[in-house]
């Protein structure tokens, strides 16, 4: 799947000579900003699913670009933008809280094809050391310039099999650990993983947040 971006930039354009002598009599005014016409932001991610059976030998790996679903988009304007005070309008755009970050990651056995309308993992897995976890987090701030500069998030979360073998055939990043009640960020199938009691099964998230090119100068 090809990776899936979130635009969080707009086109930009200003008009100079604004409030012109045409406009309610008014001369001498004019617009000196400087723009580029365009200023985009954006936000992929990839996803790597490592198997290791007990004695920490890899028995399978996958990699993908993920798909970022519409919920998690709708979550991530609402944390940005929806802080407590002032006017506001339109509906709650976001499924399950937003009071912490996307940093729980949940596997799951379902195959179906991921769409950008999910707002959960097709059967997420619950038990036995399955469940979802609160991952670890590095952090990798953007300190260059132009649009090749990112910054980075990078969550990793193991799960340890204590039940029957168990397939293994999706992931989630989400903001809660109740399957009811959280938000998904993003989602990602894979071809089956067999997990056996005592295999561990490790998946890092990958967030890239950049490619921000040109802004507005006043």
């Known amino acids: 799947m090809s990776t899936t971006t979130l635009v969080l930039g707009v086109a930009l354009a200003v008009v100079a000579g ?35 059976d007990s004695d920490g030998n890899i028995k399978a790996y996958r990699q993908s670009d993920n ?21 506001s309008t339109g509906s709650n755009v976001c499924t399950g809280a937003i009071t912490e970050g996307f940093r729980y990651i949940a596997i799951g056995n379902s195959s179906t094809a991921v769409t950008s ?11 036995s050391g399955l469940g979802a976890k609160f991952s670890t987090i590095t952090w990798t701030n953007s300190t260059g310039s132009g649009s090749g500069t990112t910054a980075q998030a990078v969550m ?22 109740n399957a009811s009640t959280n938000g998904m960020f993003a ?31 006043p």
């Not at 679903?69 to 006017?87: D, H, R, T």
């Not at 993983?193 to 090119?213: E, F, R, Y």
């Open 18 to 52: 604004l409030f012109s002598s045409t406009i309610f009599g008014i001369t001498g005014i004019k617009s000196d900003a400087q723009t580029s016409t365009t200023a985009t932001g954006l936000i992929t991610g990839h996803v790597v699913t490592t198997l290791t």
């Open 67 to 87: 798909l970022i679903v519409n919920n998690g988009e709708n979550c991530v304007s609402k944390m940005l933008f929806g802080a407590s005070g002032g006017g």
């Open 117 to 127: 309308a999910d707002t959960g993992l097709g059967a997420e897995l619950t038990a």
């Open 156 to 177: 990793a979360a193991t799960f340890t099999n204590s039940g029957s073998t168990q397939a293994v055939r999706e992931s989630g990043l989400f903001n809660g650990t």
């Open 187 to 217: 989602r990602q199938t894979f071809s089956d993983i067999t997990m056996n009691n005592g295999d561990s099964l490790t998946v890092q998230w990958t967030i890239n947040i950049g490619g921000t090119a040109n802004a507005l100068t």
